[in-house]
């Protein structure tokens, strides 16, 4: 296939095209042609998914994936690999789920972190419909107190980007079971995060604030909440009953795994990379964040099987506990704060295992136009998009640090992420080989390029 | 989400922003708004695969076919609608199709027109692996003379381009029976073309030539392509089983069913959009072509629902024989070769209903600067990527008119597509709501576009 719009585009962009070297262009190439030729990626993401299954932090399995972990880095040719302590809490969904209304069942899950229904037994009350909490906040209390709160706003169809979608309606997710105990409420049913229409519950961390009761929170699948909203519009009567018996466990130790890389040029200066090993303890953490750790993994292999000797330190880390409190995030931020090591770079995967289409960085103006400048020669690779913005939960703390490191984020195509987010439906049969192995090697060419650039 | 970096793109490419004018910027927000909120093509899509399914050319499904894209273009909105008739040739698989070695059964199906085995009854020969025509053409006369010949090159996993993978491999489909006859062979089994590893053989059209003797020839899976190579390695004097009874049926009637939208300022030139009705005879034709025939149907909707009042008239294509012969794309081409009515500007939507990344583009080099002109301003709907090359298969006969039309083709991803491709995986629920809608909102956007700048 021709490209004369590529060679365009260097002819506007000749001074930029130091940016990218000779040896830039060979690399590359190297890079996915190993991932796709002779890729493990795909069946690294079986033995965690189907081998270990999800992995919440705290639980065994999250510590049988840290050392499965471990161990792949090392066979992918880490130089050292350790293991960064970190407190993490724990959390169980129990083995009771279940809600109604009337005679109808509702497909429902708990959200992460909630409170059991009192005595793990079913509350029962009445039931108020609101899109969201500003809705919540300008119903007469008479309307709300003593009731079980369903927010039922939608994620916004309009938007192309599913992630600002997301992002505009996860806060009743989030604040819902305050925003019900503010009210009166008794507990937060709250429509789940998709642009599906179906069955299926996603599950997802909620908070409660010290000086607000706690009441229980569940997700409810899109179709039950448009059922439950007409049931309750049809005779607002009707009484929802709702039973779980999660509950919280306290804390313990588990970790960051982390393989090294160690630097010729910058030793004690670091570039990382990461995806996070915990997971929603329903459905098996295959695109949230099974894939980010196999991309991790898969980047060191591949930048090892192409003989690439970084300048930088390279950093290859699983975090722990993304989900529901990035204390992994923020310990590592911890460790290289005032350390004689700093972090440099880091780039995370977050956002699926589906189709790559470019970075989004969160950075000063001249890397943000550094990483524009590279998009001609990143396009025969599928990646022509960039953004600026937010780059991941597990490295936003380093944030914090002065200077400032480059932050970039794998930018998967997000149209079916929210299908399978924090669901039963995040299984490894929704995980396509050649999307992954596309993913792992825009890692490990992003890290290329940042350790060549920085 | 700000969005520096399209700013940035926008400074430096002042002079092009004229080809993108405020009124450009409005539509295409209201085409998405549509789309993705009121949409109607998932359903359509529903009905043509679920309420019609499959529809080779000749059948009676692709007259039901025609019958219900004729009532959709009226219902969407057409001032007329009109049936071109072609002639179509028929074929039918028949009710047999199996194939084993020794004792191990071969997941086969025969490709588009050939002949059945002798008698309709198991053919059995020994069989000879070669990966392609190439290598076969040097292989001794008594290696090759009464044997099977299976054909198992793989498509080139190294690509990240899947359609010159594709491309690259096809040649023993549509060649191999032809090959294989030179050779003395009497079978042709040809390897699926398709990344997956996997049990379902996918069809696709063969052909023979007047002067080589006709032998019949199938598809078999990628699984059990692999298996029976290694059962002929092992043993070479194993047996492969081959019968099947599909035959040609001759000759008929049916036709592209063709919706128009008078032009206001330019009624004597057309825009054409189309997608081809029929589809091989195994799944439901969802991705091929379903997914180009509810794209065209729903942006014939779109324009409407947003008020657009086209300066040239627009055709909304519904093309008849793609997939083994091509009599529609030849039949819509010839009907304007002369006529007062010319053609000139024509895309097509034939790769899938899987998330739209841009536009190829046949035409002079103004027409695909011009592309590449907008695709700053494409970027938010996720369209980012311009190609020149081929447009598809339909559109392709009217390369020959003079003026040469504008030819652009719909550019979905394409890492799933041949997963699907011309087998039983390619239904309904192989489609995304959302992908698909996409796909039908940049459709729209693109016929505008030309209708504005031609």
Known sequence: MTRPLLLCLLALNGPLSAQWA????????????EALGNGECYERLRELTKGIGHRLSGSPEADAAMAWGAEVLAANGADSVFVMPVIVPSWTRGTLCSASCEEMPLRVTALGGSDPT???????????????????????????????????????????????????????????????????GVAALVRSMTHAYDTVPHTGAMYYADTVPRVPAAAISTVDARLLAQHIEADPSNRVSLAMNCRDLGEREQGNVIGVLRGSERPHEIIALGGHLDSWDIGEGAHDDGAGVVHTLEALRLLRAIGYQPRHTLHFVLFINEENGN???????????????RVVGAMESDAG?????????????????????LLPFLEPYGLNSSRQGW???????????????????????????????????????????RELE???????????LLDQHL
Chains 1, 2 share one sequence.
């Not at 997000?414 to 299908?419: E, K």
């Open 118 to 184: 009192p005595g793990d037994s079913a509350l029962e009350a009445p039931c108020v419909v609101v899109r969201g909490i500003e809705e919540l906040a300008e119903l007469p209390r008479d309307q709300t107190e003593g009731r079980i709160i369903l927010f039922n706003r939608p994620m916004d169809p309009l938007l192309i980007n599913t992630g600002s979608a997301y992002g505009g309606a996860v806060d009743q997710r989030g604040r819902g079971a305050i925003a019900a105990a503010q009210a009166g």
């Open 22 to 33: 000779e040896s830039d262009q060979a690399r590359a190439g190297a890079l996915f042609e």
């Open 438 to 448: 596309l993913g792992a090697a825009s890692c490990a060419l992003m890290i290329m």
């Open 353 to 373: 295992g589906l189709v790559p289409r470019g970075f989004s960085i969160d950075a000063e103006l001249q890397e943000v136009e550094w990483l524009q400048s």
């Open 327 to 341: 204390r992994g995030g923020k310990a590592y931020a911890a460790a290289y704060a005032d350390a004689n090591e």
């Open 391 to 433: 780059a991941g939960v597990d490295i936003s703390p380093l944030k914090e640090h002065t200077p400032r490191p480059v932050l970039i984020g794998l930018m998967p195509d997000g149209q079916r992420y929210f299908d399978y987010h924090h669901s039963a439906r995040d299984v490894f049969e929704n995980v396509h080989k």
